[in-house]
């Protein structure tokens, strides 16, 4: 199997990489591992791969070109256009790691573990493009309720989950058949571990308000950033017009409409 690991910090992987599971299944050539540095994709002397939200906001977003750009470098192909769906084949997964994604479980390590190729988006700041999420990436993943700084971590630990379960890794096969967490999520013994994770990105979920009787917390809103127009998919035109009432309530919405479709669990 192969992993793309798209990132702003390459040196970060030098270490988590290289111990254990991961590594004897680099050395077996069970697992080939590729680092991609996504500010070899930009095109200004600064190396810009973030700007700011439009719609206004705290901190900096991703941009979508170079991400589009670094995925279609690493598989020779385009990625589309608007108008067009994702060229993608079946044994290949681009994997966002995002707060607003859908949890990562045993059952998903165990999907990704039937696949070939893996590519990593590593998300930053207050988050990424959301036609990164929409029209790049195939899934986007969460792997937990708590803030880690970026996607790298939360990378490192999906390629772990996802390594001991290919054959071969662990050199006894049947020894991922009584662990702690069974595909399908129960446990398997007493006293077994406990799911960790990160949300993948800077963003913590939006506490939401008491009406439309919602209970429970939010996902982010999606964020998205210059250029406004990006192959054909423009960004709404509420967040570019200035009227401040206008994008919060349609933020809400987003925010609301993303939580239902990526994690219902959070709607109580």
Same mark, same amino acid.
Not at 22 to 38: C, H, M, P, S, T
Not at 78 to 105: C, H, Q, T, Y
Not at 170 to 197: C, I, K, M, W, Y
């Given at each position: 199997?192969?992993?793309?690991?798209?990132?702003?910090?390459?040196?970060?992987?030098?270490?988590?990489?290289? %111990?254990?599971?991961?590594?004897?299944?680099?050395?077996?050539?069970?697992?080939?591992?590729?680092?991609?540095?996504?500010?070899?994709?930009?095109?200004?002397?600064?190396?810009?791969?973030?700007?700011?939200?439009?719609? @206004?906001?705290?901190?900096?977003?991703?941009?979508?070109?170079?991400?589009?750009?670094?995925?279609? *470098?690493?598989?020779?192909?385009?990625?589309?256009?608007?108008?067009?769906?994702?060229?993608?084949?079946?044994?290949? *997964?681009? $994997?966002?790691?995002?707060?607003?994604?859908?949890?990562?479980? #045993?059952?998903? *390590?165990?999907?990704?573990?039937?696949?070939?190729?893996?590519?990593?988006?590593?998300?930053?700041?207050? @988050?990424?493009?959301?036609?990164?999420?929409? %029209?790049? *990436?195939?899934?986007?993943?969460?792997?937990?309720?708590?803030?880690?700084?970026?996607?790298?971590? +939360?990378?490192?630990? $999906?390629?772990?989950?996802?390594?001991?379960?290919?054959?071969? +890794?662990?050199?006894?096969?049947?020894?991922?058949?009584?662990?702690?967490?069974?595909?399908? @999520?129960?446990?398997?013994?007493?006293?077994? #571990? $406990?799911?960790?994770?990160?949300? @993948?990105?800077?963003?913590?979920?939006?506490?939401?308000?008491?009406?439309?009787?919602?209970?429970?917390?939010?996902?982010?809103?999606?964020?998205?950033?210059?250029?406004?127009?990006?192959?054909?998919? +423009?960004?709404?035109?509420?967040?570019?017009?200035?009227?401040?009432? +206008?994008?919060?309530?349609?933020?809400?919405?987003?925010?609301?409409?993303?939580?239902?479709?990526?994690?219902?669990?959070?709607?109580?």
């Amino acid at each position: 199997m192969r992993f793309d690991l798209v990132t702003i910090f390459p040196q970060f992987f030098a270490g988590p990489l290289d %111990h254990g599971i991961v590594r004897k299944a680099r050395e077996a050539g069970i697992v080939d591992i590729g680092i991609q540095d996504l500010r070899e994709f930009t095109k200004d002397r600064h190396r810009t791969v973030d700007d700011r939200p439009f719609g @206004g906001g705290e901190g900096m977003v991703l941009k979508p070109e170079p991400l589009f750009e670094a995925v279609e *470098a690493l598989l020779g192909q385009p990625m589309g256009n608007a108008g067009e769906g994702k060229a993608v084949d079946s044994g290949i *997964a681009i $994997v966002l790691l995002s707060a607003a994604g859908k949890m990562f479980r #045993q059952d998903t *390590a165990r999907r990704f573990a039937e696949l070939r190729r893996i590519v990593f988006l590593c998300g930053r700041y207050e @988050g990424v493009d959301e036609r990164v999420a929409e %029209h790049l *990436a195939t899934e986007e993943t969460s792997i937990g309720d708590l803030v880690l700084s970026g996607g790298e971590l +939360a990378a490192a630990l $999906v390629i772990d989950a996802v390594t001991r379960l290919l054959p071969g +890794a662990l050199g006894n096969e049947a020894s991922t058949q009584n662990e702690s967490f069974r595909a399908d @999520g129960s446990h398997a013994q007493s006293g077994g #571990q $406990v799911p960790v994770g990160s949300l @993948g990105s800077a963003s913590l979920p939006a506490a939401s308000r008491s009406e439309d009787n919602l209970r429970g917390v939010l996902l982010d809103y999606p964020q998205y950033t210059r250029p406004a127009e990006f192959r054909g998919w +423009a960004v709404p035109e509420v967040l570019i017009g200035g009227n401040h009432a +206008a994008v919060a309530k349609w933020r809400r919405a987003a925010a609301i409409e993303k939580t239902r479709r990526n994690r219902p669990d959070l709607l109580r």
